[in-house]
C-alpha cells in the first residue's frame, strides 16, 4: 500500500481501456439541459451511470430536487468515514452543451467516443464527464489501495444544469451548507490547463453578466431618400451608444465597470502563464492598454458585443429601420457585483445622451477568486509536482466563469480546481475532444492528490506542510 501504488493503478485503469469503455457509456447519454425533453435523460444519467459506481465504494447517494429548476435535480453523494473527520467536497456536472450532430466532421457523432490517433471525440470527453469521471476513478484507486480508509469524508455534487446558468444551485448550497453539502475544502475539475503538458490550479473564475441594448424609436422603416437626415437612425444610435462603452481598442469607457487596479500576487502568478498557442493570435493593441494579454485576459473586465442587428440584414432595403438591437456580455473580476451591472450602464448612457437606448441585464453569474496566499493553494501547487514531475501553473481565477461563487459564498469553502482539459479542446463546439495522454497524467495527479490528502494530518496544511 503506497502512494505510487495508488498513482500506478489509476494509469493501470487507463491503459487497461478501462476507463475509454466507461467515458463512451457516459458520452452515449444524451445529457442536453437546454432541452426540456431531456430531463428524464439528466436523471438516468445520475441514477443509472453514476449512482451505482458511487455505491460500491461506499457512498450514500440522494438525488435531490432543484429548488429552482424541477428538471435540472442534483445528485448528492456523501461518503461517511467517521463524524468529526474533515470534509471535501467535490465537483462536476452531468449535463452537456447541444450536440448539433450536423456540424461534426464527417466520421464523427457527439454522442459516440470515437478515437483517432491519440485523440478521443465526443460531446462531454472535456466538458465535463470526462473531468470528473477521472476523479471518480482516481478516487476509487486511492480508496482501493488504502484498503477503504481515506481518513476523511468525501461528498459529491453532481449538477444538471451548468450548460444553463446552474439554476438553483447557489440556492441549494445555501440551503445545504450545514446538511447534505457541510465540508471543510472543494476541489472541483472544469475548464482547461494553460497547456496540454502542463497541470494547472486556478482559485475562481469571472464572472459574466449578458445584457441587451435595445433601441426602439417608430414603427416599421421609412424612406431613405425623403426621411435621411430628419430621422433618427436606430442601428447608429446603438452603434455610437457601444462606442461610448467600449473603445475603438476593445478598453471599457464605464467607470463603474472597471477594476481598481490588479494586485500584486495575482500579476505574480500570471508573470508564469505562457501565452496561448492554441487559436488565433491575438490582435495587436487591442484591448487594456498598459496590460499583458494574460492580464487583459485573466485579472481584467471585458464588454463583447455577441450579436446585433438592424433593419434586415439578409435583405436590406433603401429604408430607415425603426429599431435596433445588441446582444452584449460583460466578463468580470472580483470587485463588481453582477447586481451591479445594469444601473451601471444605465447611468452612463444617461450622463452621455443615450436615454433612448434600453439596458437589460438578463443572465449573472458573480466573480470569484480564493486568495493566492491560502495554505490550500501552494499545498496541492505541490502535490500536483510531485506527481507528475512538472512544475504547475497557477491561475488566480479562469477567464471564463463557473459556478464558483455557490461554492466560495453559498458554502464558506477555500475552493481549489484542477481541470483535466486544454485550450483546444473544442469545447461547447463540435468536434470536443481530448488528448488521451492527458486524460492518463490526469488520472495519476488526481490518485496522488486523493493519496496526500489521506496522509495529511491537520487540515487545512500549515505553512510548509507538503505532500
Known sequence: MSRQDAIDSAAHHFDSGAFREELARLVAVPTESHD????????????EEIAPRLGRIGFEVEIADNPVSARHPFLVARRTEAEGLPTLLTYGHADVQPGHPDRWRAGLDPWRLTVEGSRWYGRGVADNKGQHLVNLVAL??????????????????????????????????????????????????????VAQDRPTVFLGSRGAVNFTLGVRLREGSHHSGNWGGLLRNPGTVLANAIACLVDERGAIRVDGLRPA??????????????????????????GEPGLTPNERLFAWNTIEVLAMTTGQPDAPTNAIPGSARAHCQLRFVVGLESSEVERALRKHLDEHGFDMVEVTADYGMEASRLDPGNPWVRWTLDSLERTSGTSPALLPNLAGSLPNAAFSRGLGLPTVWVPHSYPGCSQHAPDEHLPAGLVRDSLRVMAGLFWDLAELGAWPPADGNAP
Open 36 to 47: 426540456p425533453d431531456r430531463e428524464p435523460v439528466l436523471r438516468t444519467y445520475l441514477a
Open 140 to 193: 476509487e484507486q486511492v480508496v482501493e489501495e488504502r484498503r477503504g480508509r481515506l481518513g476523511y469524508n468525501v461528498v459529491l455534487l453532481l449538477e444538471t444544469g451548468e450548460e444553463v446558468g446552474s439554476p438553483g444551485l447557489a440556492e441549494f448550497c445555501e440551503q445545504q451548507r450545514d446538511g447534505l453539502l457541510a465540508a471543510d475544502l472543494l476541489i472541483g475539475s472544469d475548464g482547461p490547463r
Open 261 to 286: 487596479g490588479i494586485p500584486d500576487e495575482v500579476r505574480r502568478a500570471l508573470a508564469d502563464i505562457p501565452a496561448g498557442t492554441d487559436g488565433p493570435t491575438p490582435d495587436p493593441g487591442w
